[in-house]
């Protein structure tokens, strides 16, 4: 790297900074460095309020339905007050306490459960043990407890049903997040459709009839348009093979499948994954949307009598701190939550009688990021691991998940005319374009991948705003750049957002006109550009309607986001 004449600091921590940094970036500043200001610049507006962590409520719920039924709350369900596993407990962490996202007034939860069938309908017992699960999982994702609504038995007819999800579209406002949990059977059943015969799936209500899939996915795909990410768990399964008789009631599992006699298929045409998820276009929404499926299209999904479903226990256990942190994001996507889901259930039901352990499925954006990583703990006896032992913390996989997190209905693009440049002789330079504008970020992954370095806005260079539609061409003269080398791969990273991030809540700290953090930073970064500090003022957490543009605005957390490579070469 050529010789840079460097800053005089007033301490050395930022000195040893400026150094990480430009062994980080491997570029060098071009223009003269004019004196900058001693604090460093993120965004144009002051930062807003800290996160605030929620911990696990269970929210009230109508009591329609089976009036003898226990109401377990979440502490019930899962002990947090010391991460430590208790006897008698549903779900233990033994040793691991799980890192709850930030409340956000304008996340809210449906959680709909039915274990008290009519008609003869064999009833699932642990259902009612769900809708504290479900509670606790919708908390753990940012869910205030005033924005989740509970409705079980007999509130949940079919026509019941249909409100439920008439008045959650009602509540949106365009950049809200959405948590749909339906517990109770499935089902599948010949359906006649435009002169056409065919085997469709189902979701049955309290009496026995069915919430047809086609409707499912229309009424997803009109949530999906109004809301910023749309998170759908379905604790039911649609087995064609299943039969009705009566379980009995010592029974250590049930099926939660259910069809009607006589309408029995066993070929689902599958329309609840087929279009609500599959257009790949960027800036599209398609990658907003995620489906849990408790099973796969040809296995049971198991009702545990005394505990609740089988999969929404191994959902929240791993939500709550058993999920490991594969790539070292710092983040937990629903491919992470989903394995280590799958490893409780296999081992759950590995001796069991009569059933296989059914596998949860993935539909939508497995990459979503739900939830963050845990810090392994020890547990009170010293000899024991940590269930989940996070991968060694890495800005890339940081940076790939705020991409893969982004809100897909924004499209920012960055194009490059030179993704190679030669070690001393190149210059770097890119464009940043956003269809809907907002206030601009840069963040960068050198090539040894040891830190993040926030590019822009820097010292030099504070106008971070981009119009929509505009095209950004950047490094601007005033902090141009070029490859100095050594050779690598170095990753950037566009981010715009609806209102400024104050970076410095990550722990960035100037060095030169740019500011960097080591890698242990990984999910504070994500937490960052995620919006975790967006004011929790009243008017954030009013009604949607009453909300004007910029009240949206300043309450978003939504961002687009773009990724560039640009490889250096001798």
């Not at 991460?83 to 449906?110: C, D, M, S």
Request: charged residues 20%; glycine residues 8%.
């Amino acid at each position: 790297m050529r010789h840079q004449p460097e800053p005089t600091y007033a301490s050395h921590e930022p000195r040893a900074l400026a150094k990480r940094l430009h062994k980080a970036v491997r570029f060098a500043v071009l223009a003269a460095l004019v004196p900058w200001l001693a604090q460093p610049v993120w965004a144009a507006d002051p930062p807003a309020a800290k996160p605030v962590t929620s911990t696990p409520t269970n929210a009230s719920a109508n009591t329609s339905g089976s009036a003898a039924a226990p109401k377990p709350s979440a502490s019930s369900l899962l002990k947090l007050d010391d991460g430590r596993a208790g006897r008698g407990n549903l779900i233990a962490t033994t040793g691991i306490r799980g890192f709850a996202k930030p409340a956000t007034p304008t996340a809210h939860a449906l959680i709909m459960t039915i274990g008290d069938y009519q008609g003869g309908i064999p009833k699932l017992r642990g259902v009612v043990f769900d809708t504290a699960t479900a509670t606790a999982i919708a908390t753990r994702m940012g869910v205030p407890e005033g924005n989740i609504t509970s409705l079980k038995d007999g509130d949940l007819t079919l026509e019941g049903m249909r409100k439920a999800l008439d008045d959650l579209e009602a509540k949106l406002g365009g950049n809200d997040q959405v948590f749909i949990y339906y517990s109770g059977h499935g089902g599948r059943q010949l359906v006649q459709e435009e002169g056409t015969e065919r085997c469709a799936e189902s979701l049955i209500s309290v009496d026995g009839r069915g919430l047809l899939d086609t409707e499912v996915e229309a009424r997803l795909r009109r949530l999906s348009e109004k809301a910023q990410k749309t998170i759908v768990f379905l604790d039911a399964c649609h087995s064609g093979g299943v039969t009705t008789r009566a379980v009995a009631a010592n029974a250590p599992y049930t099926a939660k499948a259910y069809t009607p006699p006589g309408q029995s298929c066993t070929r689902p045409s599958n329309m609840l994954t087929r279009s609500v998820m599959n257009n790949k276009t960027p800036g599209s929404g398609g990658a907003n949307f995620v489906h849990i499926a408790a099973a796969r299209d040809s296995e049971v999904s198991l009702d545990q009598p005394n505990r609740g479903g089988v999969a929404s226990q191994a959902w929240l256990a791993c939500l709550a701190g058993e999920a490991r942190d594969t790539d070292g994001s710092g983040g937990l996507s629903a491919q992470e939550i989903r394995a280590c889901a799958q490893a409780r259930i296999e081992k759950q039901l590995a001796n069991v009688q009569g059933f296989l352990p059914h596998h949860v499925v993935i539909n939508g954006n497995p990459d979503m990021v739900l939830s963050y990583a845990a810090k392994d703990a020890l547990p009170a006896s010293s000899a024991a691991k940590p269930v989940a032992q996070s991968a060694k913390p890495s800005p890339l996989a940081a940076l790939t998940d705020i991409y893969n997190s982004r809100d897909d209905r924004r499209l920012v693009t960055m194009t490059t005319t030179k993704p190679a440049l030669k070690i001393g002789r190149d210059e770097i330079d890119f464009s940043v374009t956003s269809r809907e504008g907002g206030y601009l970020y840069l963040l960068m992954v050198g090539s040894d991948g040891q830190t993040f370095d926030l590019l822009f806005p820097n010292q030099l260079d504070r106008q971070n705003i981009i119009e929509p539609g505009a095209t950004v061409r950047l490094p601007r003269p005033s902090w141009a750049l070029s490859a100095e080398g050594p050779p690598g791969k170095n990753t950037l990273l566009a981010i715009v957002t609806d209102n400024p991030r104050d970076f410095a809540d990550a722990g960035l700290q100037p060095s030169g006109p740019f500011s960097a953090v080591q890698a242990v930073a990984a999910k504070d970064i994500q937490l960052v550009t995620a919006g975790a500090s967006v004011a929790q003022d009243a008017e954030c957490t009013g009604p949607a309607a009453t909300r004007t543009l910029a009240v949206k605005k300043r309450c978003s957390n939504s961002y687009g986001a773009a990724l560039l490579t640009i490889e250096e070469v001798r």
